[in-house]
């Protein structure tokens, strides 16, 4: 299996990778207005204005929709898996892997609760994944 | 833009379609452009402007032996020619050139000098999808789906219709990649790609290209076709990355580009003889029928299912057999506007009887863009 493709941090974004690598879900806000948004750059979109701050995230989110891959990608293995977007407490959505539970419609079921994981896969990237929320 | 302004005078696909593995990307480009300039009774010395996505104009201009004072490499997917049309009516009504060649080629399937799919693992689709294992269009066009089927109670048995009732359309056209009649059951049986999408309700993966030439209202009266002018035009971008969209149940780029395209036009929804809408994915024709205003939010799979978009339906839509049934090169866009065409001309081969405003709506990337044109052959 070939190595899995990894993303390259710019330094827009370098925060939000290495708050990964220490386990933490960092994303960013207005100052001004408090809104919260992702991915990652140093203003806020609309306002413009780069009075920004990077915050911990909950980790809480719900499933909002995914397909399943039934074509696996070469660096992905061999089954089936679910692309996600996941619908994060703080309002912005982000796209996942959602682990812990089959790949499959019935047990995928959308708005279900999640709560984020991390997995390294090099040195210096690991990724968010989502999982079941437990309790 | 001024209405009715600006002609369509030349118009014509590639030589061959489907699998055409002994022409490159470049080649097909030519192949299609030679064949409009053909239809228009042009030489490339006769074109001033150029316009292309995928290649360069740059590419185009040198290969054609082509000196334009008009360039436009504007390429945002597979709308990019409805684009080139909006702008190209800008810089003629401008003074900036008279004559405007917009082509299409891609060698889809048989990759002869194409490049791979793939993004920088440095840009954001790069870092913030890419690593989630999405692969090209079919795991990422997809994925709002399940919320809009959700959210408006659309079943897998409505996605299937739309490529059931798009391939009574290509039965119709000779040159269709596939016409043989095909049942819900034959798509809810068809491979599974990616839950919720089958095979057939994907769009194809072929060789193909088409080419446009626009002048002005003024000149096209002289030129051997009939012409087909340009009513209305709109444009929009909203996101490179699918899982940034504002509304997983509806295009903010389909409807500001939409509405701009109605509104330029001057034209109401039951003026409408024809419809094009973009379909790489069997869900595009829904999300299109009501960002378009066409349907209410949640109503298109009940007017499909009611066969309104059908043979003898009120509004015919996607006529050619679409990107699911027709042909699907990877930018689709050129061949509904190619249709758009044929149907103003009179000569499809599923010719909407009587038909005098069309609507062609394009999508490019994953609902990342989007471009309308509205055409009327009457001046």
């Known amino acids: ?135 | 833009m001024k209405q009715k302004s600006i002609a369509v005078v030349g118009a014509a696909e590639t030589t061959q379609m489907g699998k055409i593995p002994d022409v490159s990307v470049l080649g097909l480009h030519a192949d299609a452009a030679l064949n409009a300039l053909a239809d228009a009774g042009l030489k490339p010395s006769d074109i001033d402007g150029v316009a292309c996505a995928g290649i360069s104009p740059v590419e185009l201009a040198q290969y054609l032996g082509i000196t334009p004072t008009y360039a436009d490499g504007t390429s945002v997917g597979g709308c990019s020619f409805m684009l080139h049309v909006r702008h190209a009516a800008a810089a003629i009504n401008a003074g900036h050139c008279t004559t405007v060649l917009i082509t299409h080629g891609e060698s889809g399937r048989s990759r002869v000098g194409a490049g791979g799919f793939g993004r920088a693992p440095s840009s954001m689709m790069g870092q913030f999808e890419m690593p989630f294992g999405v692969t090209a269009p079919p795991t990422m066009f997809t994925i709002p789906v399940l919320r809009y089927m959700k959210t408006y109670g659309v079943t897998v048995e409505d996605l299937a219709n739309v490529a059931v009732i798009q391939r009574e359309w290509a039965a119709k056209n000779p040159r269709a990649s596939y016409r043989d009649p095909i049942t819900i059951d034959d798509v809810l049986n068809s491979d599974m790609i990616a839950w919720p999408f089958r095979k057939l309700m994907c769009c194809l993966v072929t060789d193909g290209g088409g080419a446009l030439i626009l002048t002005s209202a003024e000149r096209a009266k002289d030129f051997p076709q009939k012409p087909v002018y340009v009513l209305g035009t709109g444009e929009s971008v909203e996101t490179p990355l699918v899982s940034q969209m504002e509304d997983f149940t509806s295009s903010k780029a389909f409807r500001v580009s939409g509405k701009k395209a109605f509104d330029e036009a001057g034209i109401s929804h039951a003026d409408v003889d024809h419809l094009m809408i973009y379909d790489a994915f069997a869900h595009l024709p829904l999300y299109g029928l009501e960002d378009l205003g066409f349907c209410k939010p949640g109503e298109a799979k009940d007017f499909i299912n009611g066969r309104n978009t059908a043979i003898g339906g009120k509004l015919p839509l996607n006529t050619n057999g679409g990107g699911l049934s027709y042909m699907h090169s990877g930018m689709y866009g050129m061949y509904a506007l190619q249709e758009s065409v044929r149907q103003m001309r009179g000569i499809a081969p599923a010719q909407v009887p009587g038909a005098k405003i069309s609507v062609c709506h394009g999508v490019g990337g994953m609902f990342a863009a989007s471009g309308t044109v509205i055409f009327s052959n009457e001046a």
């Open chain 1, 1 to 135: 299996m070939p190595p899995r493709i990894l993303p390259e941090p710019t330094p827009e974004t370098q925060h939000f990778w290495d708050g990964s690598r220490n386990g933490e879900l960092l994303l960013q806000r207005c100052k001004e207005t408090g809104e919260a948004y992702f991915p990652p750059r140093p203003f806020a979109p609309k306002s413009g204005s780069r009075n920004v701050e990077v915050f911990k995230a909950s980790g809480r989110a719900t499933l909002y929709s995914y397909v399943i891959n039934h074509r696996p990608r070469p660096d992905m293995g061999t089954e089936p898996y679910a692309i996600a977007v996941v619908q994060l407490e703080e309002g912005p959505r982000m796209m996942t892997n959602i682990v812990g539970c089959p790949q499959t419609p019935e047990a995928l079921v959308l708005d279900m609760p999640l709560e984020v994981v991390f997995e390294k896969m090099s040195d210096t990237i690991s990724l968010p994944f989502f999982q079941p929320a437990k309790g």
